[in-house]
C-alpha cells in the first residue's frame, strides 16, 4: 500500500481562498488544510438568525477498542464538490433555513483535528438542528472521501460508513 | 486513436480500488457499445478488484451516475467504494 | 416600568473569572457581558471527543412579523444557577456524551448578540445533536430568565416562551 | 422580630411581578402555618398582580420548590412567571 497511488487524492488542485469562495457560494468545499471556523461563522451571519447549530467531526483517539494514532483521508475533489452542492442545495429546500456551509478537510490528521465541519443559520431553532444533522449524515452517506486509519502497531486499514 | 466503434474512458481509481490497480488512474480503450457494468467487469479481471460491482457507486465526468446510464468517448468513469467521510 | 425594580436581575453578582469558573465546574452559568465562546470550547476538549455540537441562541430582528431594536434578558442568579447544574447533570446521565457547558447572557443586548450558547461533546454524533437540543429546550423551560423586546415605537413587552 | 407564631419570609421578584409590586425584594411577617398558595394569595391582593398562582412557579431559597412545600422563618421565596431564556 503506497502512498503515491493516493497522492492526488490527498491534497486539493485549488488554493485556500478558492476553497472558501466556493463554500461561501456553494455551501460545501473539501480543503487540505486546518478548517477555519471563523471565516466559515463569517459566512452565516444574518440578522434574521436566531439561532445557529454547528457541528464539528474530529479525529478520537479510539475507534472501537482499538488506540488510533492518526487518520489519513482521501478525497475525489470534483465529485465531492458535485455533490456537496446538491446536498447543501436540497437542505435549503427541506429545511426552514437561511444558510448552511460545510467543509471536509482531507490529508493526514492528529487526533482532535477536526475533519468535517457544518453550520446551519435559521430563524427558529429546530431547523438548524434538523439541518445540521441531515446535512452531515448526507456528507458521511454520500461525499467521496474515504479514510485510513492507522495504529500504533504500524498497521493500518480502509474504513467504511456502512460497517 | 478512437474509431467509429470504440471510445476512449479515463478511469479514475480511489481508496482500495487504486491499491488494487496500483495507480490513480488510466485510460481505456473499448467499444462504444460498452456499458459501465461491462466496463468494470472488464477492470475487476484485469486488476484482480475484489469488490463486486455490487458493492460499488459509479460516476461519470465528476457527478455520481446510475449504473444502467451509457458513456461516451472522452468520458472520465470513477467507481466508487463505500465512503468514510465525517 | 422603570429599570430600578429590575436593576439586581440585569447583573450578575459574580466576577467573569467566577462565571467561566462555574461553567467549567457545573456545566451552566448566566452571564452579563458577551460569551466567549472560545473559553468555553476550551472545556470541551477530549481526544476522545469524536463529535463537537453547539447552539448559539443570537438576538434577531424581528419576531413575527415586528421589527424589534433590542432585547433585554433579565435572570434570577442564584436560582439559575442551582437549576442549571441540575440540568447539565441530568443530561449526561440522559444522553451518551462526554461533557456538556452551556452559558445565558443578561442584560442588554442588540441584535446579532449571542444570548444562550451551548456546546456538547460525545464520542459519536448522534449524542451530541440530542443532548444540545435537550439542554437547550430544558433551558428555555426552566432557567429563570426573562426578556423584554423593544421596538422601534418605543414600546416594549415581556415575551413567554409558552406562546 | 418573629415569635414562634410568626415568622419573616423574604420575597423576591422578577419580571412582570417586581413591575407590579414596584421592588425587587421585601420582607414580610406571616404566620407560620402559612402556605405558599396562601403567602401568594395575600401579596397578590396587597400589589393587585394580574397573574394566577396557577400560572406562576415558586422557589424556596434558590430552588425551586412545589407549591405543597411548607416554608420557615428567614426563607426566601420567589415567584416565578413564565420564563423566557434563550
Not at chain 1, 40 to 58: N, P, Q, T, Y
Not at chain 1, 60 to 70: I, L, P, W
Not at chain 2, 16 to 43: F, G, I, K, P, R
Amino acid at each position: 500500500m503506497t502512498d503515491n497511488v493516493h497522492g492526488q487524492s490527498m491534497t486539493i488542485k485549488r488554493s485556500v481562498d478558492e476553497v472558501y469562495e466556493i463554500a461561501a457560494r456553494d455551501g460545501f468545499a473539501l480543503l487540505d488544510t486546518a478548517i477555519d471556523e471563523n471565516r466559515l461563522k463569517a459566512m452565516l451571519e444574518d440578522d434574521g438568525a436566531g439561532a445557529f447549530v454547528c457541528f464539528e467531526g474530529r479525529v478520537r483517539n479510539h475507534n472501537n477498542a482499538t488506540q488510533v494514532e492518526r487518520l489519513t483521508y482521501y478525497g475525489y475533489e470534483d465529485l465531492a464538490l458535485n455533490q456537496g452542492r446538491a446536498i447543501i442545495a436540497e437542505a435549503k429546500e427541506r429545511f426552514e433555513i437561511l444558510h448552511a456551509v460545510a467543509i471536509h478537510r482531507i490529508g493526514a490528521l492528529e487526533i482532535g483535528d477536526v475533519a468535517v465541519w457544518v453550520g446551519v443559520v435559521s430563524a427558529h431553532r429546530y431547523p438548524s438542528f434538523d439541518a445540521c444533522r441531515w446535512i452531515l449524515d448526507t456528507i458521511k452517506a454520500d461525499i467521496p472521501v474515504w479514510k485510513q486509519e492507522y495504529y500504533d502497531n504500524a498497521d493500518s486499514k480502509w474504513l467504511s460508513n456502512n460497517g | 486513436m478512437n474509431s467509429d466503434t470504440t471510445m476512449n474512458i479515463t478511469i479514475l481509481y480511489f481508496a482500495s480500488l487504486a491499491d488494487e490497480a496500483n495507480c490513480q488512474t488510466e485510460t481505456v480503450h473499448v467499444d462504444t457499445s460498452t456499458s459501465l457494468t461491462e466496463l468494470y467487469e472488464q477492470l475487476r479481471q484485469k486488476h484482480h478488484f475484489s469488490q463486486p460491482q455490487q458493492q460499488l457507486r459509479v460516476a461519470i465526468n465528476d457527478y455520481f451516475a446510475h449504473w444502467t446510464d451509457t458513456i461516451h468517448d472522452g468520458d472520465s468513469v470513477a467507481f466508487i467504494t463505500p465512503v468514510a467521510g465525517g
